[in-house]
């Protein structure tokens, strides 16, 4: 067992990676997450924002609710892909058009 600080975000980040990457895409449970990090919440915040897709989901059983991760992108920035839509699927459509809102109506509205 490891004693003394935590290491660097940037060494936390690197061990986090590390264990999504070895998964393969198999789904990581938080408690091993967690043994990389304690603010692993940040951590992956930090790897979504430089590109990584990583995936997660929650899980109740028993009335214990657990949390699962994994990487779907391992390439940063390689296809562009929305952030939100990387860890939540499409966004959702839009209940009316955007178009008749003043903001973008061109008209003037006083």
């Given at each position: 067992?490891?004693?003394?600080?935590?290491?660097?975000?940037?060494?936390?980040?690197?061990?986090?990676?590390?264990?999504?990457?070895?998964?393969?895409g198999?789904?990581?449970?938080s408690c091993?997450?967690?043994k990389?990090?304690?603010q692993?919440?940040a951590?992956?915040?930090e790897?979504?924002?430089?590109?990584?897709?990583?995936?997660?989901?929650?899980?109740?059983?028993?009335?214990?609710?657990?949390s699962?991760?994994?990487?779907?992108?391992?390439?940063?920035?390689?296809?562009?892909?929305?952030?939100?839509?990387?860890?939540?699927g499409?966004?959702?459509k839009a209940e009316?058009?955007?178009?008749?809102?003043?903001?973008?109506?061109?008209?003037?509205?006083?």
């Amino acid at each position: 067992m490891k004693t003394g600080p935590p290491g660097s975000a940037k060494t936390q980040r690197s061990r986090i990676l590390q264990v999504l990457t070895d998964a393969h895409g198999a789904w990581i449970p938080s408690c091993e997450i967690a043994k990389q990090a304690l603010q692993y919440n940040a951590r992956l915040f930090e790897l979504r924002r430089s590109g990584y897709c990583i995936e997660n989901r929650v899980e109740e059983v028993g009335g214990v609710r657990s949390s699962w991760y994994r990487l779907v992108q391992s390439l940063p920035g390689s296809t562009g892909q929305d952030w939100y839509e990387c860890g939540h699927g499409p966004r959702p459509k839009a209940e009316h058009d955007t178009n008749d809102l003043p903001l973008f109506s061109g008209g003037d509205r006083s």
